[in-house]
């Protein structure tokens, strides 16, 4: 545990032997894990403790909630790595009463606060067997009430199943499936910070397929259901499902080992997946999710009015909701491209021009689908790969960062145009040729926007 936590709990000493550190940090602690947060649990007589901490630690106090009888404030002491310190009230008369309404038994154990601070572990208190369960690799419900208090532990379960590589307790998995439709009523934030916390993790695939064993995924995303009765009909002959589950897992598969696939542009690969269009959301776990309902040149692909619902359920930003439209849509372009023989310089530039920002995530869903269809021909499409790489780097590249010959100002004044659409797509005739090579100067563009102009 970082040293800051430590010297801010030392503040609180007077107060050792009524707060207890509850939850995450003292599972943390037995798995010899960097703990994110500190989740201190307040008897009711103390409500002014945690902004009088707050003013001690030149801290900011935020109030997260207030449900019922429960009131957690966190105190956010900033940095380049901010410390946390969540507030919770005790629930109940005692710490036992307060950790047997816990989601997990790995969260329902307890330190007090002043063997916590010193690193002892003789004196956890674990009511519901929890360090039993860690050595086990297990998660168990407190209880079966835990879900029905609170419906997001039924994606929780999954979360950490995935985080810490546990499998889930047979009891555990049977009230998921009993209360699973519980989630339909969870708001899309909560659900969605969830499933993203699933899809960041590496690998997901078999998480995901735990989840569509107990029908979660069906009440999340109901399009999975039409893709499922579309496999049972066999209408297109490819099992529309089986195939976005093939293709999650070939994603992964490109993503583990990346140096498989794009050699000495690894580490550019790794920098563009874990880099986020939104905080906490990096594009690795949207290309996942947008393989799920299938994507582009895919069965049982999402049409635009499946995609907006989706995007609108999981309340994604402006920016996901355009990402995922964007890689779903090029990726048929980029499949296009890689079937021809030989890839023009035109057609490689035209590609990276469009694609600038996301051409690794074009590559990443065109290798992850030659991978899961398990046909041959996955030596070339890696070498037909690898050689538009090296072009945009050497040809295409430098070409790019060079601004356009000519604006819309200029062919307005060239040639006495209104704006209007014909504009652009004069402008996109002439960076192609440029892109290509075929231009390089101010007055062959300007001749080839009067060729265009005629045409």
């Not at 999402?302 to 930003?317: F, K, Q, T």
């Not at 992850?368 to 030596?379: D, E, P, T, Y």
Request: aromatic letters at 8%; glycine letters at 8%.
């Amino acid at each position: 545990m970082k040293k800051e936590y430590i010297s801010c709990l030392k503040l609180l000493e007077e107060y050792h032997g009524r707060l207890y550190v509850a939850g995450g940090p003292v599972r943390d602690l037995l798995l010899d894990r960097e703990t994110p947060d500190i989740d201190i649990v307040v008897p009711q007589g103390l409500g002014g403790l945690p902004a009088d901490f707050a003013k001690g630690v030149k801290g900011r106090c935020v109030l997260l909630h207030d449900k019922q009888d429960q009131v957690t404030e966190r105190v956010i002491i900033q940095g380049q790595a901010p410390l946390v310190f969540d507030f919770t009230r005790m629930q109940g008369t005692s710490i036992e009463e307060d950790l047997s309404n816990r989601d997990f038994t790995f969260n329902a154990m307890a330190l007090p606060l002043g063997d916590f601070i010193g690193g002892r572990r003789d004196r956890i208190m674990d009511p519901h067997g929890g360090r039993k369960a860690l050595r086990e690799r297990r998660i168990s419900a407190v209880s079966e009430r835990s879900f029905l208090e609170d419906p997001l532990r039924l994606l929780r379960a999954f979360r950490f199943a995935a985080q810490l590589h546990f499998r889930i307790d047979p009891e555990t998995l049977r009230w998921i499936r009993i209360h699973r439709r519980l989630l339909e009523g969870v708001s899309g934030e909560r659900i969605r910070d969830e499933i993203f916390r699933i899809l960041s993790c590496l690998p997901s695939h078999p998480i995901v397929v735990e989840m569509d064993r107990v029908g979660i995924l069906e009440v999340l995303f109901p399009e999975i259901s039409a893709m499922k009765e579309e496999g049972r009909t066999k209408i297109c002959g490819v099992d529309p499902w089986k195939h976005a589950l093939a293709a999650l897992r070939a994603l992964e598969t490109v993503m583990e080992k990346p140096g498989d696939y794009f050699n000495g542009h690894a580490g550019e690969f790794r920098a563009y997946i874990v880099n986020e269009v939104a905080p906490g959301r990096g594009k690795a776990a949207l290309i996942k999710l947008a393989a799920l309902p299938g994507v582009e040149d895919s069965p049982g692909e999402l049409g635009a009015e499946a995609w907006d619902n989706l995007i609108l359920r999981l309340r994604l930003s402006r920016k996901e909701g355009a990402f995922l439209r964007r890689i779903s849509r090029r990726a048929r372009e980029l499949s296009v491209l890689m079937s021809s023989d030989e890839i023009s310089r035109k057609g490689a530039a035209l590609f990276f021009s469009r694609n600038k920002d996301d051409y690794f995530g074009l590559f990443l869903m065109y290798l992850g689908r030659i991978v899961a269809s398990k046909k041959s021909g996955l030596q070339d499409v890696k070498k037909k790969t690898l050689d538009l790489l090296f072009r945009y780097e050497k040809e295409i590249k430098p070409i790019l960062q060079r601004p356009p010959l000519i604006d819309g100002e200029d062919l307005m004044d060239s040639f006495y145009l209104k704006p209007g659409p014909v504009i652009g797509k004069i402008l996109t005739a002439v960076r192609a040729a440029q892109l290509e090579g075929v231009i390089v100067n101010r007055s062959q563009a300007l001749a080839l926007a009067g060729k265009v102009l005629k045409k």
